[in-house]
């Protein structure tokens, strides 16, 4: 069955630090992989995601994320915070007929 | 990108009335939506598969009675919460992905908060 899970449910950093967000997923073949970010009381917003290839890939507003098959992650990273990152964030994985499954989200909050 | 309009964005209703929500593609055609309920402070769950010109598909524990959907065009899917309670205060979010394109991006809506009182 497929899964995935976000281990950190909130998590506070400095601006200007870096940034990891953790995901791990359960998927029975080739998972197509995806970050969002939902501000308070609003939709889903893609950072990015990765089909196939490069297994580094670059999204939008300065995020990156890592597909390791080994370790059946996809971890999202920013090198220097910002306070307008300061949002809810899903890990998602998209299954046949683009249902998706999404992790519980990890909270940023970003202190001065 | 791909556009998807959620209507309302939110709405307050009084239990035991009815509230439609609609979700539309405005720029390319869907055959099948996806509805999602999320509870404060939670994620993202999955309700029922929108497929348009049949039958909804709904998730174990969904109440098809409660949660009646229509996707009557490859544009438009609709929820109707019926006999709405206040635990049926959410945010419900909508997504849909071109027709022609499997497993790609999934684009959502805005998003309906619903508050029933």
């Known amino acids: 069955a497929q899964s995935v899970t976000q281990p950190d449910i909130h998590i506070t950093v400095s601006e200007g630090a870096s940034l990891e967000l953790r995901c791990n997923y359960s998927y029975g073949a080739t998972p197509y992989l995806f970050w969002y970010v939902q501000s308070p009381g609003q939709g889903l917003q893609l950072l990015l995601k990765y089909f196939s290839g490069d297994t580094l890939v670059q999204g939008i507003k300065g995020f990156e994320a890592e597909f390791k098959r080994s370790q059946s992650s996809f971890n999202l990273r920013k090198p220097s915070v910002h306070w307008s990152d300061a949002a809810e964030y899903f890990c998602a994985v998209g299954a046949t007929g683009n249902q998706f499954y999404f992790g519980t989200g990890t909270s940023l909050t970003v202190i001065p | 990108g791909a556009v998807v309009s959620q209507h309302p964005s939110w709405v307050i209703c009084k239990s035991g009335t009815s509230v439609k929500i609609e979700c539309r593609s405005l720029d390319f055609q869907a055959t099948t939506m996806f509805w999602y309920r999320q509870f404060p402070k939670q994620s993202l769950m999955l309700m029922a598969t929108s497929n348009e010109g049949s039958k909804a598909t709904y998730e174990q524990g969904v109440e098809k009675d409660k949660f009646l959907i229509n996707h009557a065009s490859l544009t438009l899917s609709t929820l109707t919460v019926t006999s709405a309670h206040p635990e049926d205060s959410s945010f419900y979010i909508c997504?849909?992905?071109?027709?022609?394109?499997?497993?790609?991006?999934?684009?959502f809506g805005q998003g309906t908060r619903l508050t029933v009182v």
């Open positions: 997504s849909a992905s071109p027709h022609y394109r499997e497993n790609t991006e999934a684009f």
